[in-house]
T-cell receptor, first 111, second 110 residues
Framework: SQTIHQWPATLVQPVGSPLSLECTVE??????LYWYRQAAGRGLQLLFY??????ISSEVPQNLSASRPQDRQFILSSKKLLLSDSGFYLC??????????FGPGTRLTVT | GEDVEQSLFLSVREGDSSVINCTYT??????LYWYKQEPGAGLQLLTY?????DMKQDQRLTVLLNKKDKHLSLRIADTQTGDSAIYFC??????????FGRGTSLIVHP
């Protein structure tokens, strides 16, 4: 069966520091991968999605970036965090246009 | 662009039925989903329905789709305290990217 992992689960970082969040999927190949942010208002904001290695689409311009160095690995990064980057970051995968499956999330607090 | 609307809160008594409603604007929606999010956790897919269906039942869950009115509902029978969570409605047409509602907080009280 397929599983999706995210780490770390919780992160507290100062403003201006770098960020690296990792997401990996097991039990499937060539998944579509997604990064979402969920702020205090609870809605999901799509940040990036990828349909293959090295293929990243950005939905919202900001100081975050994403990379997909391997088929089942998706990384969310920032060179300098802002206070507004605080939130709950969710990774998800899907097979083409099928339903999405979400990871457990990373709670990021920027201080 | 596409939009999905949900009420923000629903409060029910334990043992009653809960009905969470959702409306969407995309007339080309092919798949409609319900997700559940418990505190501090990711979203869990509860059920989904294809646009050529009117109803889908899965144990205590019943999904009704009115495609003419672009209205989707999730009914939870015999609601329990463990059903307290945020429920997200989502729709997808032919693209990879679904559109999510803002979520409905279901509060179950004794």
């Amino acid at each position: 069966s397929q599983t999706i992992h995210q780490w770390p689960a919780t992160l507290v970082q100062p403003v201006g520091s770098p960020l690296s969040l990792e997401c990996t999927v097991e039990g499937t190949s060539n998944p579509n991968l997604y990064w979402y942010r969920q702020a205090a208002g609870r809605g999901l904001q799509l940040l990036f999605y990828s349909v293959g290695i090295g293929q990243i689409s950005s939905e919202v311009p900001q100081n975050l970036s994403a990379s997909r160095p391997q088929d089942r690995q998706f990384i969310l990064s920032s060179k300098k965090l802002l206070l507004s980057d605080s939130g709950f970051y969710l990774c998800a995968w899907s097979k083409q246009v099928d339903e999405q499956y979400f990871g457990p999330g990373t709670r990021l607090t920027v201080t | 662009g596409e939009d999905v609307e949900q009420s923000l809160f629903l409060s029910v008594r334990e043992g009653d039925s809960s009905v969470i409603n959702c409306t969407y604007t995309d007339s080309s929606s092919t798949y409609l989903y319900w997700y559940k999010q418990e505190p501090g956790a990711g979203l869990q897919l509860l059920t989904y329905i294809f646009s050529n269906m009117d109803m889908k039942q899965d144990q205590r869950l019943t999904v009704l789709l009115n495609k003419k009115d672009k209205h989707l509902s999730l009914r939870i029978a015999d609601t329990q305290t463990g059903d307290s969570a945020i429920y997200f409605c989502a729709e997808r047409g032919g693209s990879y990217i679904p559109t999510f509602g803002r979520g409905t907080s279901l509060i179950v009280h004794p």
